[in-house]
């Protein structure tokens, strides 16, 4: 199995290092950082740190696999731009399931998918690409997530939900069954969601309320 460049986030890096010790399956080659973010920065953790503009030539495609780190905060669309930024470059995005996360076997998921620690994602559900599901998230069954979603730790989301693109379930934020999340939608820290949301919407508070639109799609 071709071993990992991980591109993006230090922290969620770091975390994966941690979790994938002493995994056959996912060996880590080294870290990328676009130019501007490198900041002097050549080794992490024992690994290179390559600059991202750069990787393919050092680190090309035919021989490593990427995974794209990004946690959607404060630019929810930034995940999505990313991830298409390295399937450009062509690489294959492997998923990564933590071997501490309880996650039943018929999920069907696309590429780039994380889910760490401590996560229990229920039977039937299908998810696109780029979600990150944190430490200590419930996805109840028969789900139907999209792609670059970011489920922060404790978010606990009820059976057969339907959640749309580039959402952001803050920490500890609930979704009752049955709920459909627009894409685009925010769940603020600790919030209650009991109905559908609108696209772009700002929802807080327990039953959650709208405070506010993100336009950042237009
Ligand atoms: C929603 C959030 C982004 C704040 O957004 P904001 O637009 O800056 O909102 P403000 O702080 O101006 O608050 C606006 C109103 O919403 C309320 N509010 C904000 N966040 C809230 C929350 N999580 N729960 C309940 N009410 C909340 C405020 O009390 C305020 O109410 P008021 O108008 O009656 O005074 C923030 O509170 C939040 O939940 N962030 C997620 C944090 C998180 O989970 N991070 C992940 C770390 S890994």
Not at 11 to 24: C, E
Request: charged content about 20%; overall charge negative.
């Amino acid at each position: 199995m071709k071993e990992v460049i991980l591109f993006g986030s230090t922290n969620l890096a770091t975390m994966l290092y941690y979790d994938a010790a002493g995994r056959d399956d996912f060996k880590i080659a080294c870290l990328a950082v676009e130019k501007a973010y490198l900041r002097g920065r050549t080794e992490h953790l024992g690994l290179p740190v390559v600059v991202f503009e750069e990787v393919q030539d050092l680190f090309p495609p035919d021989e490593y696999d990427m995974m794209v780190l990004f946690h959607g905060q404060p630019r929810v669309r930034e995940r999505g731009e990313k991830f298409a930024l390295a399937k450009g470059r062509g690489y294959l995005l492997r998923n990564y399931v933590s071997r501490g996360a309880d996650v039943t076997p018929d999920l069907t998921m696309g590429e780039n998918n994380i889910i760490q620690r401590g996560a229990h994602v229920g039977f039937g559900g299908t998810m696109g690409h780029d979600n990150l599901i944190r430490q200590m998230v419930y996805l109840g069954h028969e789900f139907q997530i999209g792609s670059h979603n970011t489920f922060v730790a404790g978010s606990i989301i009820g059976g057969n939900c339907t959640i749309g693109d580039h959402c952001f379930f803050g920490l500890g934020a609930i979704v009752l069954n049955w709920s459909t999340i627009a894409s685009d939608s925010f769940i603020g820290a600790g919030s209650t969601v009991i109905k559908n949301t609108e696209p772009f919407s700002k929802n807080v508070g327990n039953p959650s309320r709208i405070i506010g639109y993100s336009h950042e799609g237009e």
